[in-house]
């Protein structure tokens, strides 16, 4: 029987990687088609918020990307540090960038939703606050790794800011139940399916979470290849000019 731990071997992941990355990509393009012509083009205007309810489509799945693009680096950041696996490594910092667009994305399809709303296009409500501070997080892992010449100095400091980073990711996914205060409504979606949005949006909105969330894992899987390839490239033109 084969141990998931024979995948942290560089060619082992990329020979695998090569196989399933197609079929990762085209199941995302489809969810996603899927998914935002339903939500936008064939669910009715919301009775409080008209037509601008539909941001949900594109909002809540990237702000769920963004929170969970992080929890993966913190998981592959614990297991470089427990197991020195650089796949795992290069698997977080391949992340990074997906978590930033994520973020980016969710700020401003929030300050969009929200401006009509609240009358405001920014609140420093307690999960908004700490979204920002998740940003910055991401930013400052991206500059760190940039900064450091020594691949597994850099990974050691990153998965070190990655795993103090996890309040601010899950400060952002628990704030609205950590304080009763602010602007921010409740969970959209939760385990109570009578807490939950409206059927008519429900499905397409699982529809383009499924889209989203696979969208990132292909575009991690391919970066996390191209980092194992310009390892090895740094490698090979090190051994050169030593020889």
Known sequence: MSSVWEYANPKKFIQTSDRVLPVIAAMAVLCLVTGLIWGFFFTPDDYKQGSTVKIIFIHVPSALMAINAWLMMVVASIIWIVRRHHVSALAAR??????????????????????????????????????LILFLFYLGYI?????????????????????????????????????????????????????????????????????????????????????????????????????
Not at 101 to 113: E, H, K, R, S
Not at 167 to 189: I, K
Not at 195 to 206: E, G, H, K, Q, R
């Open 94 to 131: 391949a992340a990074a960038p997906v978590g930033v667009v994520m973020t980016i994305i969710a700020l401003a399809t929030g300050a969009i939703w929200g401006q009509p709303m609240w009358g405001t296009w920014w609140a420093w409500d307690p999960r908004l606050t700490s979204f």
């Open 143 to 243: 500059a760190l790794w940039a900064a450091i010449e020594n691949d597994d100095t850099a990974a050691d400091l990153t998965s070190i800011l990655c795993i103090v980073g996890s309040v601010f990711a899950l400060m952002s996914r628990y704030a609205v139940n950590f304080w009763n205060q602010g602007l921010h409504q409740p969970a959209t979606l939760t385990v109570k399916t009578d807490s939950n949005i409206a059927d008519v949006f429900y499905y397409p909105l699982m529809v383009s979470i499924a889209g989203f969330m696979l969208f990132c894992i292909a575009l991690i899987v391919l970066g996390t290849q191209t980092e194992i390839r310009a390892r090895r490239m740094r490698a090979l033109m090190a051994r050169e000019r030593m020889g």
